[in-house]
């Protein structure tokens, strides 16, 4: 699992899970392409990590932006190993009759257009990496939805069937396409549910394992599926949930 000099592109690093996916591939020797709308945060974390990191603002909406920015890494790094397509965002919520047209079409773009947008510019970096590895964030929502999230849900499990469908059209180009489904984190967005009395003890009943998700419980699996240790494993989504998705 350790990741020397490996070029990793992850989006959405600029705060939350992805500054702590890129801390983590920074202690771990990767060389990283640091990806999101707000170059400044961008920066500052670059100047802390161990190891190079490219900061590169861009929006994953816009294809021709996410084209530079996979050409720019490139070029300073000779190559791009490793994509983690971690951006995303969570609208207000409302109960689905109530979710303004607006709400749904820029939460769809943003979870669902974006990763495809990320992952078809980055396809021929991938390809020619020999072992090119894409890592998807999809979300516990997926499949065990909120009330008030159904643009979050619906763009998660678009996430999930996207992941299956890149895993089967990408395997003979030696890129092996996975997706996490993070529960709730005590960062990013998952804070506010953690602030919140009521939501916090909602959310630690139903997770088995009786507390919200730290940094490391999914840096480690982000790095394993972005890794030679995982070369066999192709098209799954790995909970990282603590057990919430069980259900129980
Ligand atoms: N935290 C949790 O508990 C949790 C649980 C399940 C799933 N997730 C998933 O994990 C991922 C990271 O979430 P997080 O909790 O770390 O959220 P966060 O703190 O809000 O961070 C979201 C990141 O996405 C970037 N981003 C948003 N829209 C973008 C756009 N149009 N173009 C480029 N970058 C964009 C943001 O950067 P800029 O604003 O600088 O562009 C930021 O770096 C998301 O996909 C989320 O759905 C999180």
Known sequence: MHLKDRVVFITGA?????????RDFAAHGAR?????????ALAELAGELPSDALPVPCDIRDEEA???????????FGTIDSVVANAGVALE???????????????LETNLTGPFLTARAAHPYLAASGRGRLVLTSSVIARQPRPGLSAYAASKAGVEGLTRALAADWAKDGICVNAVAPGFFGLGMGAAFEA???????????TVLGRFGEPQDIAGVVRFLASDAAAYVNGQVLGVDGGYGLGV
């Open 14 to 22: 600029s705060r939350g899970i992805g500054a702590e996916l890129a």
């Open 32 to 40: 990283l392409g640091l990806v999101a709308r707000n170059i400044e």
């Open 66 to 76: 996410l084209g530079a920015a996979c050409r720019k890494v490139a070029d300073h």
């Open 93 to 107: 919520s409302g109960r689905a009759h109530k979710v303004r047209t607006e709400t749904w079409i820029r939460t």
């Open 196 to 206: 919140g009395e009521r939501l916090r003890d909602q959310v630690i009943a139903r």
